[in-house]
């Protein structure tokens, strides 16, 4: 079986949406597709897959016939998993919190080396001329 398609098996089983489980991991849903259709994935979404259904993320990689079932019924239930996905909200709006904390952040540089300006000037104004 394709590493992929263990993947898109294992997500199915939980019952999370793909929109959801796209989000967690930090990529869009057409990626997470693509990725059914694929041998081979990197690391960092493995990662994020397992802390999210809560497996190792070997498990993916092994090639013995576990199934999905048998490790989360020992591991976590359906609601523990919909619990911590819940936790990240979906994509969109985790991009929206990002964009107006990064507005934030800029105002608050601006408004910084504004300060910085006019500390200056005053610097210059109060020395004594040579």
Do not use: C
């Not at 263990?6 to 793909?18: E, R, V």
């Not at 998993?81 to 540089?109: C, P, S, V, W």
């Amino acid at each position: 079986m394709l590493l992929g398609e263990k993947i898109k098996k294992s997500i199915d089983k939980s019952g999370l949406d793909p929109n959801q489980v796209a989000a967690f991991i930090n990529m869009s849903t057409a990626n997470l597709y693509r990725i059914f259709k694929r041998d081979s994935v990197e690391t960092k979404y493995l990662m994020k897959l397992g802390e999210l259904l809560g497996v190792s993320p070997s498990f993916f990689l092994d090639s013995e016939d576990t199934t999905f079932d048998e490790l989360r019924s020992s591991s976590m239930s359906k609601n523990m998993l919909n619990d911590r996905i819940a936790g990240y909200g979906t994509f969109g709006q985790k991009a929206d919190n990002n964009r107006h904390e990064l507005e934030k952040a800029n105002m608050r540089i601006e408004a910084l080396e504004q300060r910085l300006r006019d500390k200056d000037e005053i610097i210059s104004l109060l020395r004594p001329s040579k």
